[in-house]
């Protein structure tokens, strides 16, 4: 693969194992920079992220967290702005919402992964204890969080999958025959 961005694409991993050491303010702002620029559908922007640092906070969210693995430094949850959606008339199950939730969540990964961080995302948690450890306003949904750090030095690559999938695996070309 050539060029720096599919580099980046194709390297990227998720990772569960990072340093304490924190990542600076310059990287968080180019993270949520990068994600500014995430696709999002009707260019609605309904994304609300909230950037979490405090160890405290850190350590209630991950006792609510069970697919949390990391002890990341960083945490920026995504969440959905439902005031955005009502003021647009999307209806609640409008797909795009999710979608835009992903756009972003790969978004700040591959951002991440450019600087040199390790990331990954959890969306294995209590949505109620979240909103709660946050005093979230109620019109935001907890909807992902992105856990970012420096990677550890023993970090093992991420889950394997049951057998290694190419591109030509996940892909069908033009018109499918009769079946
Ligand atoms: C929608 C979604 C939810 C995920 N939730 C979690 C999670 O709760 N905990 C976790 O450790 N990883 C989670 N992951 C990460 C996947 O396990 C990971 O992307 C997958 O194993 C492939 O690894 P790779 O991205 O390094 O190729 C999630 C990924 C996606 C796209």
């Known amino acids: 693969m050539n060029g720096a961005a599919l580099q980046n694409i194709r390297t990227r991993r998720v ?15 180019a993270i949520l920079e990068a994600a500014r ?6 260019n609605l922007r309904p994304n609300r992220y909230i950037v979490i640092e405090n160890a405290e906070t850190r350590r209630l969210i991950r006792l609510v967290a069970p697919g949390m693995f990391q002890r990341a430094p960083l945490l920026i949850l995504i969440c959905t702005n439902w005031d955005v959606v009502a003021e647009n008339m999307l209806p609640a199950d409008d797909r795009s919402l999710l979608i835009d ?24 948690y209590s949505k109620e204890a979240v909103k709660v450890i946050l005093n979230l306003p109620p019109a935001y949904s907890p909807e992902m969080f992105i856990c970012i750090g420096h990677k550890a030095p023993a970090a093992r690559p991420g ?7 190419t591109w030509r695996d996940l892909c069908h070309w033009e018109r499918f025959p009769n079946h």
Do not use: Y
Request: hydrophobic share 50%.
């Open 159 to 165: 889950m394997r999958a049951a057998k290694k999938i």
């Open 37 to 42: 620029w995430a696709p999002s559908g009707g």
């Open 101 to 124: 939730v992903g756009t972003a969540a790969q978004t700040m990964m591959l951002a991440a992964h450019a600087l040199g961080l390790a990331s990954g995302p959890v969306t294995s």
């Open 15 to 29: 990772l569960r194992e990072m340093t304490a050491e924190a990542v600076s303010r310059e990287q968080i702002e």
